[in-house]
């Protein structure tokens, strides 16, 4: 019996990449010896991207879409593609094509070897020098303050096993870190490198504003790094207050009868009052993620299937 892959594939206001990717990845899967589905999440798109890929769904019952709400944001939609994807392997990767789909038959040959997750990692990235450099800060900083040890440059064109995919649907938190969450499910993973393309239309959404937010978000969900850091710099400013004093004590006892100013006790009492605020910040921060936790409420809501059998 010849094996399912599933090619689970977030997408929004992708209107211009839906059919070229269509094409190339039809090219290269109807030359391999496996079945296959396409299973695209809609993550809110207001532009005709819904209507391209339902067009498309019409005739080819091999192509399934999830069209959200509202927008969601990119780790619940492809927790809803994991979650209707039927294969055996399921490779998760964008439509904009700059993980070229001719790479998908070396992607299935490593994961027949019995690894339970290949990353693909970029040969080289093909995008602006600004993305690229933001990207290295983003991924530096991420694995410098959580400590996940994710591989370097590391594309999003990746496949895992069914039994993977399995145990990926078991983690329900609503502050999602997919990278994360696939560290912290198998140790059993490879890498292989890929040449990555320009991409074929349009602009990337994932900007440095993004990128930084969701650093900070696997930061704060994979790490107890800011509560321990508030800690430290208090207790170093508890400290320096303490020597502070101590030194203005024996100067005015010891060595010179001044006046104490003003200016530097309202200076003192602003900084303290800024740091007291920071710390809260942090604090604030992880109940706000406790408290979005403990509600419980859906990762995302479902407006239509299509081609999708429950």
């Known amino acids: 019996m010849r094996k399912l892959l599933s090619l689970v594939v977030p997408v929004y206001y992708e209107q211009e990449v839906i059919l070229q990717f269509l094409s190339e990845t039809k090219t290269v899967l109807d030359q391999l010896d496996i079945d296959y589905e396409y299973v695209f999440v809609d993550d809110g798109s207001k532009d005709k991207t819904v209507e391209i ?43 904009d094509l700059q ?32 993305n690229t450099l933001f990207s290295k800060i983003f991924w530096g900083s991420l694995n410098k303050f959580t400590g996940l040890d ?24 609503a502050n999602r870190f997919i990278e994360g969450i696939f560290i912290n499910i198998s140790k059993n993973w490879k890498t292989i ?3 990555q393309r320009e991409r074929f239309a349009g602009k990337t959404k994932f900007n440095f504003r993004k990128k930084m937010q969701l650093a900070f978000d696997a930061i704060f969900d994979f790490s107890e790094l800011p509560l321990k850091m508030a800690v430290r710099i208090g207790v170093v400013i508890s400290i320096l207050g303490f020597i502070a004093l101590f030194v203005l004590l024996f100067l005015k006892f010891f060595i010179i009868d001044f006046e104490s100013g003003w200016p530097s006790i309202i200076a003192s009492i602003i900084t303290g009052f800024g740091l007291q605020l920071f ?19 859906p990762n995302y809501s479902i407006r239509n299937k299509i081609n999708i059998n429950e």
Do not use: C
């Open 53 to 95: 890929i339902s067009e498309q769904a019409k005739s080819n019952p091999k192509i399934k879409l999830v069209v959200f709400s509202y927008n969601h944001g990119k780790a619940a939609a492809v927790t809803a593609a994991i979650a209707n994807a039927k294969g055996d392997y399921l490779l998760y990767m964008d439509p």
């Open 279 to 297: 710390f809260l910040g942090i604090v604030s921060l992880y109940v706000g993620r406790i408290y979005k936790e403990v509600k419980r409420r």
């Open 150 to 173: 994710i591989p370097k440059g590391i594309a999003v064109m990746r496949i895992f096993n069914r039994s993977f995919a399995d145990e990926f649907l078991k983690y329900n938190e």
């Open 193 to 195: 490198e890929i040449s």
């Open 99 to 130: 993980d070229p789909p001719i790479e998908i038959p070396r992607f299935l040959e490593e994961i027949e070897k019995g690894y339970d997750l290949v990353w693909g990692i970029r040969s080289e990235k093909k995008d602006t020098f600004l």
